[in-house]
C-alpha cells in the first residue's frame, strides 16, 4: 500500500510538472502572444479535431470563417477554470505516463526518447492540420509556434516524468519479451495495415460521432445539412484530391513518431495492444477538450473529445497489436517497487 502512495504521489508531481511546463512553453513559444485566436491551453488538442470534422464534410479550406470563432467563449476567458482543467488533463496524461513508464522494457534516456516523440507528435500534427483546416481560427504562424511549443514541452517532460518515476535507475527488463527481426515486407505490411486503418477511422470517427452533431456542422460548413456518408467521401475527393494522400503521410508520420513508445512495452499483442489504446487516447488531443475552448463552442469541443477518445482507443489497440504480433510475453510481474 506504501509503494502504491508513492507512486500516486509521483504522479501528482509529474501532473504538476506538467501543467507547469505548459506554462513555461507559451511563454517561450510566444504562442499566446502571436496567435491570439487560439488559447494556449487547448491548442494542442483543437487543431487535429477540427480537421476530422471538416474532412468529413464540412467547409473547404478557402471556405468563409465561421462567426462561432469570432470571440473566445466566457469559460475560455476564466483563468482559474482554464487552469483547474489544464492540470486535470495534466493529470490523466501523467496516469498514462505512469503506466508506460510501469510496462516499460526500457531505461534511462531510451525511454526518454520514446516519451519525447510521443509528445512531440501531439504538437506536430497540430501545427500540420492547422495549415488547411483552422484558416481564419488561427494566426498564419500557428504551425511553427506549435512545433516550437511542442519542442518545449516534450524536452522538459520527458526526462523529468522519467526521472520522477524512477526510469532512470533501470536498464532493460529481466525477462524481457522475446524479439524477432522484423523483414523488409513484413514492416511494409504493418506500414501498410496502420495508414489503411489511420485513415478509415479517420473518416468514420469523423462523420458517425463528430459530423452527427449539428452545431459542430454550423460551425464547420455554416449550415446543418447533411449528407451521407459516401455523399460526404465523394464530395470531399471532389473538392479536395491531395486530402487522402495528406492523411496517409499524416498517418505514416504519426506511426513514425509514436512507434518507439510502442515497442517499449512489454509483454504479447493483446497487452501491448491495451496500452498502446491508452497511449494513444491520452495522446492524441482528446483529453485537452476538457479545457475551456476559445476556437470551439462547448458543443463542438465535446463531440471533438468524444470522436478522438473512440479513434484514439480503437486505433492504439490496432497498432499495438499489429506492431508486436508474434512476440512472446514476457512474465508477469509488478513493477510498483522499481517505480515507487
Given at each position: 500500500m506504501q509503494k502504491w502512495l508513492t507512486l500516486g504521489l509521483k504522479t501528482l508531481v509529474v501532473a504538476s510538472g506538467l501543467t507547469i511546463i505548459f506554462s513555461v512553453a507559451a511563454v517561450v513559444s510566444g504562442i499566446g502572444r502571436r496567435a491570439p485566436a487560439a488559447a494556449t491551453t487547448s491548442i494542442a488538442s483543437t487543431a487535429p479535431t477540427a480537421a476530422t470534422g471538416q474532412a468529413a464534410g464540412g467547409r473547404s479550406p478557402a471556405g468563409p470563417r465561421p462567426p462561432a470563432a469570432s470571440q473566445p467563449p466566457a469559460s475560455a476567458r476564466q483563468p482559474a477554470k482554464v487552469l483547474l482543467f489544464l492540470f486535470i488533463a495534466s493529470l490523466i496524461q501523467a496516469l498514462v505516463v505512469a503506466y508506460l513508464v510501469l510496462e516499460s522494457e526500457w531505461g534511462g534516456w531510451k525511454m526518454v526518447g520514446a516519451l519525447f516523440l510521443l509528445v512531440l507528435n501531439l504538437w506536430l500534427q497540430a501545427g500540420l492540420e492547422s495549415v488547411p483546416y483552422l484558416r481564419g481560427h488561427v494566426s498564419p504562424q500557428f504551425s511553427r509556434l506549435a512545433l516550437v511549443m511542442g519542442l518545449?514541452?516534450?524536452?522538459?517532460?520527458?526526462?523529468?516524468?522519467?526521472?520522477?518515476?524512477?526510469?532512470?535507475?533501470?536498464?532493460?527488463?529481466?525477462?524481457?519479451?522475446?524479439?524477432?527481426?522484423?523483414?523488409?515486407?513484413?514492416?511494409?505490411?504493418?506500414?501498410?495495415?496502420?495508414?489503411?486503418?489511420?485513415?478509415?477511422?479517420?473518416?468514420?470517427?469523423?462523420?458517425?460521432?463528430?459530423?452527427?452533431?449539428?452545431?459542430?456542422?454550423?460551425?464547420?460548413?455554416?449550415?446543418?445539412?447533411?449528407?451521407?456518408?459516401?455523399?460526404?467521401?465523394?464530395?470531399?475527393?471532389?473538392?479536395?484530391?491531395?486530402?487522402?494522400?495528406?492523411?496517409a503521410c499524416r498517418a505514416l508520420l504519426?506511426?513514425?513518431?509514436?512507434?518507439?513508445?510502442?515497442?517499449?512495452?512489454?509483454?504479447?499483442?493483446?497487452?501491448?495492444?491495451?496500452?498502446?489504446?491508452?497511449?494513444?487516447?491520452?495522446?492524441?488531443?482528446?483529453?485537452?477538450?476538457?479545457?475551456?475552448?476559445?476556437?470551439?463552442?462547448?458543443?463542438?469541443?465535446?463531440?471533438?473529445?468524444?470522436?478522438?477518445?473512440?479513434?484514439?482507443?480503437v486505433f492504439g489497440a490496432f497498432v499495438g497489436w499489429v506492431m508486436v504480433s508474434g512476440r512472446a510475453a514476457a512474465p508477469a510481474q509488478s513493477q510498483v517497487p522499481e517505480a515507487a
Open positions: 518545449v514541452i516534450a524536452s522538459l517532460f520527458a526526462p523529468f516524468a522519467v526521472w520522477v518515476l524512477g526510469g532512470f535507475g533501470r536498464g532493460a527488463k529481466a525477462g524481457a519479451s522475446e524479439r524477432t527481426r522484423w523483414s523488409a515486407s513484413r514492416w511494409a505490411g504493418a506500414l501498410a495495415l496502420t495508414t489503411l486503418a489511420f485513415v478509415a477511422l479517420y473518416y468514420l470517427c469523423g462523420y458517425y460521432i463528430a459530423w452527427q452533431n449539428p452545431v459542430l456542422r454550423q460551425f464547420y460548413s455554416g449550415t446543418t445539412e447533411i449528407r451521407s456518408f459516401w455523399g460526404q467521401m465523394a464530395w470531399t475527393w471532389s473538392g479536395t484530391r491531395w486530402m487522402l494522400p495528406f492523411q504519426f506511426v513514425a513518431m509514436t512507434l518507439p513508445a510502442v515497442r517499449m512495452l512489454r509483454g504479447g499483442a493483446a497487452r501491448v495492444a491495451f496500452g498502446t489504446a491508452l497511449m494513444y487516447a491520452a495522446w492524441d488531443g482528446s483529453v485537452g477538450l476538457i479545457i475551456p475552448s476559445p476556437i470551439f463552442p462547448a458543443s463542438v469541443a465535446h463531440s471533438h473529445m468524444v470522436e478522438l477518445a473512440v479513434w484514439g482507443l
